[in-house]
């Protein structure tokens, strides 16, 4: 005699199990974990990145600037400065919340603590113009590269250029595919709407 099965009273039970929980919760991490790294790796080998962190002497491999001089001494950064330091912090924040999941209909639904855009920008700010963000403005331009001079400098902050009063060239800041990117990517692929 064959019986019937409720899946019902099956997929509650699953449900309502802690040890499952624990378990979905903790092949999640793994996941989680491993898309963090990506998104750290693909933040600290990109070009704008390597460039920023190379500080004043660095090349302009970025190709932001037509290969003239380099990004850390254009935007104004305080010799010796750290500019990236503090966007590496806040991806390395990321995190899956502490608590078990919940169930959504027939899923289980998780909690990740994850920075938004906004923090991302507020946590670069120019500095010699708070409220612009050096990380989204690679992406959408910076002003002035035409009265950039670069070189050394007893007034420079950065040690590796100065901003002239005048234009002295016709070069214009080429935007770049950057933070955005990889910031979209990694929420797509962790599933975050």
Not at 93 to 113: D, H, Q, V, Y
């Amino acid at each position: 005699m064959a019986g019937r099965i409720n899946k019902k009273i099956i997929e509650e039970q699953i449900f309502a199990s802690k040890s499952v929980k624990k378990l979905m919760r903790d092949i999640v991490e793994k996941e989680v974990q491993k898309e963090k790294i990506l998104f750290q790796n693909e933040f600290e080998s990109h070009p704008v990145t390597q460039e920023l962190d190379g500080g004043e002497t660095s090349s302009n491999n970025s190709g932001t600037l037509g290969g003239y001089g380099n990004l850390f001494s254009f935007l104004g950064f305080n010799a010796g400065s750290k500019p990236t330091a503090p966007v590496k912090l806040l991806i390395r924040s990321i995190a899956l919340s502490p608590s078990l999941p919940r169930k959504s209909g027939s899923k289980f639904r998780f909690t990740m603590n994850v920075p938004s855009k906004d923090d991302f920008a507020s946590i670069s700010s120019l500095p010699w113009e708070s409220g612009r963000s050096w990380l989204l403005d690679i992406e959408r331009g910076v002003s002035g590269l035409g009265a950039y001079l670069y070189g050394r400098f007893s007034t420079s902050r950065s040690g590796g250029g100065i901003q002239s009063k005048f234009k002295y060239s016709d070069r214009v800041f080429k935007p770049v595919k950057y933070f955005s990117q990889m910031y979209t990517k990694f929420l797509k692929r962790v599933g975050v709407k």
